[in-house]
């Protein structure tokens, strides 16, 4: 009988959904005036209560609504340490907002209490102008597309919803509103690619559109050197010494002179102070290299930079040293991928990163691995310790008797 209630246990558990939850409330006059206020007047951490008081409250709600997410989904940071969610952040900074890091299947919560429900897709909300007549609003975001990372999908979604309440809150001055899931995603996305590979540091395209004003921006990344067959960016100023290190300079690297000969190419950037070039050669092995790297035309000794044909090469920050003439220089995320056929329209390809990265789940596999294979020596050590008897009783012989003597 105890086995037919876990089962039913099981499938209750599995039936719950728990994703996160985020809620703000946007009041333009009271925004104005107080700055952050208490909307919900309560202490409650029970969604159903909270959605229950808004919705007596006759606010309208608008639901934005991913597919999937979990936790690991808003704290992924890119190369900058900048969140994929700048909208969302600036809604926590600027209105009253409160955020569960577990509910249990909220949109099955919200469907209930906050009816009529009027369900579109963002696809369609710049063509929906009938919002005002319905007391909730529930926006489907698009779900991902099969060349496209889960992070760059996250980025989007985020500008769609800070364009979605632009849109909104010109209609009402009052809005409640929900960023949730219906089902949790168990991997973390974007996480997982970090071994030897890296997100590119390449700008986003500039056909897509601007976020409003006010909208936290990232710096852009402006590539120095945009050829045909060749395409570098750094995303920051260098550092120079000429004195071992002992003090540092900022220096701005530009592009001073490009050639290409043969399977060779030469790339000269310039610094004011300081010129470094790089030699580069595509091999008959299916694999691109950085042969010679000279400071002020003085080679200097680096490790081997051999990267497959189509991938690009990734440091955050690349040192160049020179130990005769005490020259050191410090080239901060430093990107770079050479193509043998020249192409219109440049793009980085993977990266193969100057340092290799260990994540969380393959720790942990290695972990659990090493727990195995010592129960597993172990059991071989002590299998093998087994000794065959070496001695029996002889059926045919005397039978030895305990004597018990009473005194």
């Not at 900074?93 to 569960?100: D, E, G, I, L």
């Not at 429900?117 to 529930?138: G, P, Q, R």
């Not at 989007?156 to 849109?167: A, V, W």
């Not at 020596?377 to 009783?393: H, L």
Request: charged share 20%; glycine share 4%; aromatic share 12%.
């Amino acid at each position: 009988m105890f086995k037919y209630y876990f089962l039913v246990f099981f499938l209750h558990m599995q039936s719950i959904e728990q994703v996160p939850v985020l809620m703000w409330e946007t009041n333009q006059e009271l925004n104005s005036t107080l700055g952050k206020y208490s909307p919900l007047e309560s202490k409650a951490h029970d969604l159903r209560t909270i959605i229950s008081r808004i919705f007596k409250r006759k606010i309208p709600i608008i639901v934005y609504l991913e597919e999937t997410l979990s936790l690991e989904d808003l704290i992924i940071r890119n190369e900058y340490g900048s969140t994929i969610f700048p909208g969302l952040s600036s809604f926590i900074n600027s209105f009253n907002s409160y955020f569960m890091p577990y509910a249990e299947n909220p949109i099955e919560t919200i469907e209930e209490i906050a009816s009529p429900v009027k369900k579109i897709d963002s696809s369609s909300f710049h063509d929906y102008n009938n919002w005002h007549e319905l007391a909730t609003l529930v926006i489907n975001l698009k779900m991902i597309k099969t060349n496209e990372s889960r992070e760059n999908m996250l980025k989007k979604h985020d500008f769609t919803i800070l364009q979605m309440h632009s849109k909104f809150a010109n209609m009402h001055t009052h809005i409640f509103s929900i960023f949730t899931a219906r089902y949790p995603s168990w991997i973390i996305p974007e996480y997982s690619e970090r071994h030897n590979f890296k997100k590119l540091l390449q700008s986003e395209s500039e056909s897509e559109s601007e976020p409003p004003t006010g909208t936290p921006t990232e710096t852009k990344v402006v590539p120095i050197v945009d050829d045909k067959n060749l395409l570098l960016v750094i995303s920051g100023n260098g550092e120079y010494s000429s004195d071992n290190g002992a003090k540092f300079s900022p220096v701005t690297l530009s592009r001073s002179d490009f050639s290409i000969k043969d399977n060779d190419m030469t790339l000269s950037l310039d610094g004011g102070g300081v010129k470094v070039t790089f030699i580069i050669v595509f091999g008959s092995d299916g694999f691109w290299t950085i042969e010679n790297i000279t400071l002020d035309e003085k080679p200097i000794s680096f490790d081997e930079i051999a990267v497959p044909m189509n991938f690009s090469y990734h440091c955050s920050n690349l040192v160049l040293s020179n130990e005769a003439t005490k020259q050191i220089l410090k080239i901060i995320g430093f990107q770079i991928q050479p193509f043998k056929d020249e192409q219109e329209q440049q793009q980085f390809g993977d990266a193969y990163d100057c340092v290799g990265f260990v994540s969380i789940p393959i720790c942990s596999g290695i972990f659990i691995v090493s727990i195995l294979l010592l129960i597993l020596f172990c059991g071989i050590v002590s299998m093998m310790d087994i000794e065959t008897a070496d001695r029996y009783d002889d059926p045919n012989g005397k039978v030895f008797k305990a004597y018990v003597e009473y005194s």
